[in-house]
């Protein structure tokens, strides 16, 4: 298995056409820092579905202070990659020498000059970002199956999210051993009645 199929369902009251925001913890940094929207929901009306896949790996790529985008790389656990200037100029190549730990995935600068971006991808969407790596210095990533969603107004997909915005999420999605399942939104609603949103996992499949 490669990638957990999911599929949103909005059974909610909301009536403010609310996004729904996704994203993961590099948990190989302090939670709540920085993040990034990995995926927004826009538009999804009462009764209305989504779906969507998680793939289990990640892709990794790094630009370079010239405005330029490496190729989107498959990264795997243990796996390191180091920025370099080749005949043809800045490339990301994967390292002889592996990341510290065998659970992370690294992104080093090895150039003689200039600072990289370091980018992480599921799914084509932008996942994680380290920005500003000056030469010899190195981004760390780690994710484990688990996102986190919550309704999130004027966030596109790709936003770099700061500690106020990510203190609005208020549920916490472990897809560990999961297939497809459904997530589903309740909660919401106009007036004194209205209750916080509430995400819940149905129709697992293990």
Known sequence: MDKIKLNFINRSGDTNNSSVVIFQQNVAESFGEIAVAWKVIANCGRLDNHPFVYPLNFKVSASDSYGNYT?????????????????????????????????????RNNLGTGAINANCYKDGNLLATKTGLAPSQKAVFE???????????QVEEGTVMNSAIISQFNSEIN???????????????????????NFTLENINK
Do not use: C, N, W
């Open 71 to 107: 190729p989107q790389i498959d990264a795997f656990d243990g796996q390191a990659f180091d920025m370099i200037k080749s005949t043809s100029g800045d490339i990301l190549q994967l390292s002889t020498t592996p990341s510290t730990s065998p659970t992370e995935v690294e992104i």
């Open 143 to 153: 994710f484990h199956p688990r996102i986190y969603i919550g309704v999130i107004s």
């Open 175 to 197: 897809l560990f051993g999961i297939s497809s399942a459904d997530i589903v939104m309740t909660g919401g609603g106009p007036g004194k009645g209205s209750t916080a949103f």
